[in-house]
C-alpha cells in the first residue's frame, strides 16, 4: 500500500512540475512580448519627443 501511495505521489508530483514548467514558459514568453512592445513603444515617443524639440530649436533660432 505504501509502495503505490508513493507512486501516486510522484505521478502526481510530475504532473504539477510538469504544468508548472510550461505555465513559467508561456509566462516568460508573454514577458518578452510585453517588453518588446513596450521598448518600441518608448522608442517611438522619444522619436517623436526628439523631432518636437528640434523643431521648436528651429523655430527659436528663425527669430
Do not use: G, P, W
Not at 509502495?3 to 513559467?24: F, N, P
Amino acid at each position: 500500500m505504501t509502495t503505490m501511495k508513493t507512486q501516486l505521489h510522484l505521478h502526481y508530483q510530475a504532473q504539477v512540475e510538469d504544468l508548472v514548467t510550461k505555465k513559467s514558459a508561456a509566462l516568460q514568453e508573454q514577458l518578452k512580448t510585453l517588453e518588446s512592445s513596450l521598448q518600441k513603444n518608448f522608442e517611438e515617443q522619444l522619436k517623436a519627443q526628439m523631432e518636437n524639440h528640434h523643431i521648436a530649436c528651429k523655430k527659436l533660432q528663425e527669430r
